[in-house]
C-alpha cells in the first residue's frame, strides 16, 4: 500500500475509499499520521456534536453523516477537524481568483504554508460512478510533489508555475483546493 522512493518521499497508494487517509498521511510524510480508527473516530464525535442528527435506519449503519463505514469516504468536516488536532488549520481558497492569487506557494513552510489538500471530482467506470478524491501536494526539500494515492510514485512538479496550471486546471473541472497553513489562524 505505501511507498518509500530513492528520494525519501513517502508516499501510501489508494485503498478503496480511504483516499483521506492517504492525502493525509502524504500531506505529514507519516505512515501513522492517522489511522483509519483515528479518522473513524473523529467522524463519530462530528456525530455526535451535529445538532440535527440523522434519523436512524437500517443505512445509516454503513452510510454514516461523515464517512461510510466500510470504505472510508471521509467528507471535508473530517479533514478539517484531522488537520486541526495537528496544530495546523485550513484556508479554502477562493476558486474565483485562480492560482495566481496563492502567494504563499512562492515561500517556505516557514511562511505558513505547510501543504495543500485537493477534492478533484473523478468519474470512472466510464462514467457510471462519479465521486470525489481527495489528493496532497507539498513542497519538501524545495521541491513541490503531487502525492495522488491514485499515482504509483509520486510527481515533482518542475517549478511553482508547474503547480499554478495543475491548480488551475483542478479549479476549472470543478475541484476545490484547500490551504493547509501551519498554526491556527490568526484574527
Known amino acids: 500500500m505505501e511507498e518509500q522512493i530513492k528520494s525519501g518521499i513517502y508516499h501510501e497508494r489508494q485503498r478503496l475509499q480511504f483516499c483521506l487517509l492517504h492525502a493525509l498521511n502524504n500531506l505529514f510524510q507519516e505512515?501513522?499520521?492517522?489511522?483509519?480508527t483515528d479518522l473513524d473516530?473523529?467522524?463519530?464525535?462530528?456525530?455526535?456534536?451535529?445538532?440535527?442528527?440523522?434519523?436512524?435506519?437500517?443505512?445509516?449503519?454503513?452510510?454514516?453523516?461523515h464517512h461510510n463505514l466500510f470504505t472510508g469516504n471521509y467528507d471535508?468536516?473530517?479533514?478539517?477537524a484531522a488537520i486541526e488536532r495537528k496544530g495546523k488549520n485550513i484556508v479554502w481558497h477562493d476558486r474565483r481568483n485562480g492560482a495566481s492569487s496563492i502567494s504563499?506557494?512562492?515561500?517556505?513552510?516557514?511562511?505558513?504554508?505547510?501543504?495543500?489538500v485537493l477534492n478533484i471530482p473523478v468519474k470512472r467506470y466510464g462514467g457510471?460512478?462519479?465521486?470525489?478524491?481527495w489528493v496532497s501536494l507539498r513542497k519538501i526539500n524545495g521541491v513541490w510533489y503531487n502525492l495522488d494515492s491514485d499515482l504509483k510514485a509520486p510527481i515533482a512538479f518542475e517549478d511553482v508555475d508547474e503547480v499554478r496550471v495543475f491548480l488551475d486546471s483542478v479549479i476549472l473541472a470543478g475541484g476545490e483546493i484547500l490551504l493547509v497553513m501551519n498554526g491556527k489562524q490568526q484574527d
Open 104 to 116: 504563499v506557494l512562492d515561500g517556505s513552510e516557514d511562511d505558513g504554508l505547510m501543504g495543500i
Open 31 to 36: 505512515k501513522v499520521a492517522f489511522s483509519r
Open 76 to 80: 471535508v468536516n473530517v479533514l478539517i
Open 128 to 133: 457510471l460512478w462519479k465521486n470525489r478524491h
Open 41 to 65: 473516530g473523529i467522524a463519530e464525535e462530528l456525530n455526535l456534536g451535529d445538532p440535527t442528527p440523522v434519523n436512524w435506519n437500517p443505512i445509516s449503519v454503513v452510510f454514516k453523516p
